[in-house]
């Protein structure tokens, strides 16, 4: 096969899964996702409770916590897990090693993935379901998909009212599993509808949705504001680890933001402004 068939083969694959996570996203907009960012991040250590209300109800759905300990007198342990507060809440462990999955940004949270709920948890032992990460040194044991991983999200289903709800939340674990830090969480508005990890389409998402175009042009990325919107805020760029790769002030309708440096592939930029925020994933060659 010559190298050009080749190449044009390679492209069309890339374009082919490019186009996968576009429609997806497309459809999460269409339902409403409330979005909490956790200001500042909170790191909890020695033993602390994270208390995830993914709905901000006032009413914990799940509880995120680390514990050291010694196990028979001998073996010392330390362990970061979550704990599904309701009855019919859970945790998803598709990711493998019967623990809790760590997924990538922009994976799709719905009924399809390997639910594990409270009732559940309690009737395995041990209880890997609920781990995070464990590290027992004595005995060589460090696993836990979450383990010394940053920029992680946590797929999560829970229940109110009688109906079904998805969403996530962004860790970063510890290769130690002494210590984990929650950054932002989310979940569909929407009864059994679907979710992205990472997907930050807010509430005022709406009053932008159609006043905001943004779109990648020679390693460029450009974002274009209705000329009703205030050209005020700043345009914040990060890559599919969800580690913020760009910030630019914005100070014009038009804005062009240079990615010369960047590496080919899908990026999220993000419009942030006082009254709302808009989020589009480009591609960038």
Excluded: C
Aim: hydrophobic share 40%; aromatic share 10%; no cysteine.
């Amino acid at each position: 096969m010559s190298s050009n068939k080749q190449n044009i083969q390679k492209k069309l694959k890339s374009y082919s899964a490019l186009a996968g996570t576009l429609v997806a996203a497309a459809g999460s907009a269409d339902a409403q996702v409330v979005y909490t960012d956790v200001v500042p991040d909170s790191t909890v250590n020695n033993g602390g409770v994270y208390n995830l209300d993914l709905n901000n109800d006032d009413v914990a759905d799940f509880q995120l916590l680390q514990r050291s300990g010694t196990y028979g007198g001998l073996a010392s342990y330390d362990v970061v897990g979550v704990y599904a507060l309701g009855a019919n809440n859970a945790v998803d462990t598709s990711g493998g090693a019967g623990t809790a999955t760590a997924m990538d940004i922009g994976v799709t949270i719905d009924g399809t993935l390997n639910w594990v709920d409270s009732t559940q948890m309690a009737a395995i032992s041990p209880p890997t379901a609920n781990a995070l990460a464990v590290v027992v040194p004595m005995f060589g044991i460090a696993q836990g998909n979450f383990l010394g991983m940053n920029n992680k999200f946590l797929p999560l289903r829970f229940a109110y009212l009688g109906s079904t709800y998805y969403g996530w939340v962004r860790l970063d674990v510890a290769a130690d599993a002494k210590s984990f830090v929650v950054k932002d969480y989310a979940y569909t508005d929407d009864a059994d509808h679907y979710s992205v990890t990472g997907d930050m389409v807010g509430i005022s998402e709406a009053a932008l949705q159609n006043k905001v175009n943004i779109f990648s042009y020679n390693n460029n990325i450009t974002v274009q504001l209705d000329p009703l919107v205030a050209a005020e805020g700043k345009i914040v760029i990060t890559n599919l680890s969800g580690q913020a790769v760009s910030e630019t002030a914005i100070s014009s309708t038009e804005t062009v933001v240079p990615f010369e440096q960047a590496k080919p592939g899908i990026y999220m930029v993000t419009v942030k402004q006082t009254h709302g925020s808009y989020t589009k994933r480009v591609f960038v060659k």
